[in-house]
């Protein structure tokens, strides 16, 4: 999932481990612990898009590299405290500066560019940001306060690394519960565990957790109070992602129901959550020749679901079956993908288990213009795929549409039919 809830998760953690001994630095080290497996991302700068796609959510996602790297995590941390770095003026200098700089970077991007550019933020936003700010320069004012942290002798390498191993370990479990997935049981096979319940980013999942974090971060170490408002916060997650799997038993009865309606011939389907939300659901079935595309929302009155049928066209990439690039997007999408022709001879490899941008228009005259594409090219006896974010104006509309617009549309289609 994003960051924001992988850096919650991963800090709620690190309280229920060692947050009666550490306090808020269980939340902070929890919080860099959760962070670590998506340090993979840095393969991006320095591979092309279809390695980089293949190592995000690979080793550093498995549960072989949580548990072979929480020991070393955990010893790493019990030295900067047994060594007393925590105490030194130039440490507590940069941590300051870091904070700043990220608080100030939110403010600016906020608050003082909209108002540079004559946009005024809503006082929702400017709520939020002064509020953190508040919050920012109470924290720097206790952290200077604290001359000097025991934590070195109260805290053992070994709870260290029970703290980095359960805040390493379930990130990979929540995001096993995406679409994307992860490969949770590297490197004894790179099968991807994707249970398609909750989609990548969730605003209802994560800001209730995130808030019931920060109550808790502002209690007194070890209080039954801050282990309450911890704990009400993964109880809230947790009852939220229930809710979601129960959705996804009634989408799949749904789209079960609607297929044999259509008297589709499927072979098999998948469906998920559209962005942002758990009421929206996209879905994919195919069969020998073509694929079977519908949207369905748990407020939907209609008792089907409408399906447009998307051409399989695998045949295009048939002289490049063979070629490393290929394999690992068939791979990687599961077989659930599309190929494409452009007017110009471009070739688009179309992953259809995210969606498509324009889907909920349900409109037939349109093209679907996917969501997750990559564009194959073969100029000058060189081949090279790259992912593409590239949309048309033509599949949305004559004038293109702003990303506000298209979340209006998908609230407006989740709202029911």
């Known amino acids: 999932m994003d960051s924001l809830t992988q850096i919650t998760l991963g800090a709620a953690v690190g309280e229920v481990v060692l947050g009666k001994k550490a306090g808020n630095r269980a939340m902070i080290w929890g919080a860099v612990a959760g962070t670590i497996p998506d340090l993979d991302i840095i393969a991006n700068f320095f591979t092309g898009d279809i390695h980089a796609l293949a190592i995000h959510r690979g080793f550093s996602h498995s549960i072989t590299f949580a548990v072979m790297m929480a020991p070393i995590f955990g010893w790493l941390v019990y030295q900067f405290y047994q060594r007393q770095i925590d105490r030194?003026?130039?440490?507590?200098?940069?941590?300051?500066?870091?904070?700043?700089?990220l608080y100030l970077a939110i403010l600016g991007s906020t608050i003082i560019s909209p108002i540079i550019s004559g946009e005024m933020p809503s006082l929702v936003t400017a709520g939020i940001v002064?509020?953190?700010?508040?919050?920012?320069?109470?924290?720097?004012?206790?952290?200077?306060?604290?001359?000097?942290?025991?934590?070195?002798?109260?805290?053992?390498?070994?709870?260290?690394?029970?703290?980095?191993?359960?805040?390493?370990?379930?990130?990979?479990?929540?995001?096993?519960?995406?679409?994307?997935?992860?490969?949770?049981?590297?490197?004894?096979?790179?099968?991807?565990?994707?249970?398609?319940?909750?989609?990548?980013?969730?605003?209802?999942?994560?800001?209730?957790?995130?808030?019931?974090?920060?109550?808790?971060?502002m209690m007194?170490?070890?209080?039954?109070?801050?282990?309450?408002?911890?704990?009400?916060?993964?109880?809230?997650s947790s009852l939220y992602m229930l809710w979601c799997v129960n959705n996804k038993f009634k989408v799949n009865r749904v789209f079960e129901a609607s297929l044999q309606h259509a008297e589709i011939p499927?072979?098999?389907?998948t469906n998920g959550p559209v962005i942002f939300n758990n009421v929206l659901w996209n879905g994919t079935a195919e069969t020998e020749d073509a694929f079977y595309m519908g949207m369905y929302s748990i407020?939907?009155?209609?008792?089907?679901?409408?399906?447009?049928?998307?051409?399989?066209?695998?045949?295009?990439?048939?002289?490049?079956?063979?070629?490393?690039?290929?394999?690992?997007?068939?791979?990687?999408?599961?077989?659930?993908?599309?190929?494409?022709?452009?007017?110009?001879?471009?070739?688009?490899?179309?992953?259809?288990?995210?969606?498509?941008?324009?889907?909920?228009?349900?409109?037939?005259?349109?093209?679907?213009?996917?969501?997750?594409?990559?564009?194959?090219?073969?100029?000058?006896?060189?081949?090279?795929?790259?992912?593409?974010?590239?949309?048309?104006?033509?599949?949305?509309?004559?004038?293109?549409?702003?990303?506000?617009?298209?979340?209006?549309?998908?609230?407006?289609?989740a709202e029911g039919i």
């Open 88 to 101: 030194s003026e130039v440490y507590k200098g940069v941590v300051t500066a870091i904070v700043a700089s």
């Open 299 to 413: 407020n939907d009155k209609r008792p089907y679901i409408k399906f447009r049928k998307v051409p399989k066209n695998h045949d295009l990439i048939a002289k490049y079956e063979d070629t490393y690039e290929i394999k690992t997007l068939r791979w990687f999408s599961n077989g659930f993908f599309n190929v494409e022709e452009k007017s110009d001879g471009q070739l688009v490899f179309n992953d259809l288990r995210y969606g498509s941008a324009n889907a909920a228009v349900e409109e037939d005259d349109k093209p679907l213009e996917f969501v997750f594409k990559f564009d194959i090219a073969d100029k000058d006896g060189k081949f090279e795929v790259t992912e593409s974010r590239e949309m048309r104006e033509e599949a949305l509309d004559n004038e293109g549409e702003s990303m506000a617009e298209m979340l209006q549309t998908i609230w407006k289609r």
């Open 220 to 236: 007194t170490r070890g209080s039954n109070r801050r282990a309450i408002a911890n704990w009400a916060g993964i109880a809230l």
């Open 130 to 217: 002064i509020g953190l700010g508040v919050l920012t320069m109470r924290w720097l004012w206790k952290y200077y306060r604290t001359e000097w942290s025991d934590i070195g002798q109260r805290i053992t390498w070994r709870e260290w690394s029970w703290l980095f191993f359960w805040s390493v370990f379930t990130h990979p479990l929540l995001d096993s519960l995406t679409a994307f997935g992860t490969q949770l049981f590297l490197p004894f096979t790179n099968y991807r565990v994707a249970l398609n319940v909750i989609s990548v980013a969730d605003p209802l999942y994560t800001f209730p957790f995130l808030i019931c974090l920060i109550i808790a971060s």
């Open 266 to 269: 499927y072979t098999r389907y």
